[in-house]
Nanobody
Framework: QVQLVESGGGLVQPGGSLRLSCAAS????????MGWYRQASGKQRELVAS???????NYADSVKGRFTISGDNVKNTVYLQMNSLKPEDTAVYYC??????????????WGQGTQVTVSS
């Protein structure tokens, strides 16, 4: 159906920046929402940021002012620019997308995850 492939994770020092990318491929008739979630060790997965096909964005309070989500509707790609990173941002980051995989059927899809570690 739809595959999501993330890239851009890694190790960064506190105060540094990273940019995550997520590209969707497969049988796509359109997307509804794309976003990023994260799961730190021992914690539940939480929404970081999302963007609708109309460009409406939503952010977790903990990342407002530091992270920026953007998307490319034509390429079915979403980006997460992360600035002023903190150790508490350390987590596995998962790309999520709600796509129409037929003209009328909307599905929820996940990437495999990419590790982001913020440490000195």
């Amino acid at each position: 159906q739809v595959q999501l492939v993330e890239s851009g994770g890694g190790l960064v020092q506190p105060g540094g920046s990273l940019r995550l990318s997520c590209a969707a491929s497969g049988r796509i008739f359109g997307f509804n929402t794309m976003g990023w979630y994260r799961q730190a060790s021992g914690k539940q997965r939480e929404l970081v940021a999302s963007i609708t096909s109309g460009g409406i964005t939503n952010y977790a309070d903990s990342v407002k002012g530091r992270f920026t989500i953007s998307g490319d509707n034509v390429k079915n790609t979403v980006y997460l620019q992360m600035n002023s990173l903190k150790p508490e941002d350390t987590a596995v980051y998962y790309c999520n997308g709600r796509f129409y995989y037929t003209i009328t059927a909307l599905g929820n899809f996940w990437g495999q995850g990419t590790q982001v570690t913020v440490s000195s």
